[in-house]
């Protein structure tokens, strides 16, 4: 049995698509643990270029088994959409389920976020306005409807009504428009009607495969920096992206997970607002952005970019327990002649911090410490084996690896699954 979980070891948009991607082709389960269709999961690979929200990444398998876990929040909406682009582009859906204990985002969610956002005034803190934040609220209110109540209407109608007493007052003390409880609930009966074939209990699903020794991929979004609890609060999602809540999010025992990888670019970028150390404002940021096409998956907003961020690697590697690293979008540094790693965060007396990861308003303070290193000014697009990489890309990893303290397990040159090799 081999059960692994893949994280973001950054602030999200790191490629875990594409890990999970090569990663499928050998797995007989993945499921996706947290998040919602806020973020996207980028892969490339024969059916074309798909931008996953909900799906998790191992769909283009025909051998592999699809569940969204019962951590996510899912929009019903945005679901259909996702599943009728795959569709279009030939990829079968029959191995897609959907955990009963899933929460909905609801159509208020989205409407809660904007306004909430909006009445924020200059103090926003970057939601992409999707619902997730007020959905994992209404889950820890116990007030959130649930994917497996499509399958009960008259439970589902009870709470669906009880749940519009508190959200139609939010609503309209932000100055929007009441929820019409009878156009909604007829809308979750259209939803019911899609989707009742797919809602399962995953339990059982779950336990036959780690009971017949199969291989199993949980699947997070976004990034530790990002994490509700441990990331740079209030910057961050409403759920936990982190490996210990993997098994949580997707149904099985904490001692299953026996290998984490944490997704890593061979520098760093950032969607949102919040405190991001080594951000560059200048010519070299721009040159990442634009030979990395570094654009939100699911925004489209350009990403903040920076230099690879040493202090948060180490720490992203300890809270998760990472066993390796997937290391990607290297080839973007194969112009670039100079390249820069922050190893420590210089705070405004002058010490240094090297091991630990300091709270927001004190990161919103530090300056980042950089070594210098040499670029080297040659493709790596088609290396298909770490002897092949240059020596000075050699270098600039095994110095990634030791600052966070994990061995490198996989690296990506380029967007296509033949452009991933294991080291």
Known sequence: MTVTAVVGAQWGDEGKGRIIDYLAQSADLVIRFQGGDNAGHTVINEYGKHALHLIPSGIFNPATQNIIGSGCVVNPQALLEEMASLQAAGVALDNLWLSSRAQMVMPYHRTLDALEEQAR???????????????YADKAARSGLRIGDLLQPDWLEARLDNALRTVNRKIEILGGQAVNGEELYALLLDYRAQF????????????????ADKAVLLEGQLGVMRDLDWGIYPYV???NPTAAFAPSGAGLPARTVDRVIGVVKAYSTAVGDGPFPAELHDADGDRLRDIGQEYGATTGRPRRCGWFDGVAIRYAAWLNGMTGLAVTKLDVLDQLEELKICVGYELP?????????????VLNQV??????????????AGCRHWAELPRAAQAYMERIRDLAGVPIAYVSVGPERAQMFEV
Do not use: F, N
């Not at 005034?121 to 959905?135: L, Y």
């Not at 002058?350 to 927001?360: E, K, N, Q, R, W």
């Not at 300056?367 to 493709?379: F, I, R």
């Open 121 to 135: 005034g200059k103090d926003t803190i970057g939601t992409t306005k999707r619902g997730i934040g007020p959905a």
């Open 367 to 380: 300056k980042p410490v950089y070594e210098t290193w040499p670029g080297w000014l040659q493709s790596t």
């Open 349 to 361: 007396d002058g010490a240094i911090i090297v091991d630990s990861m300091p709270d927001t308003p």
């Open 196 to 211: 009742q074939a797919r809602i399962i209990d995953t339990v059982p699903m779950t336990r036959a495969a780690i009971e």
């Open 237 to 239: 999602t409403s759920s």
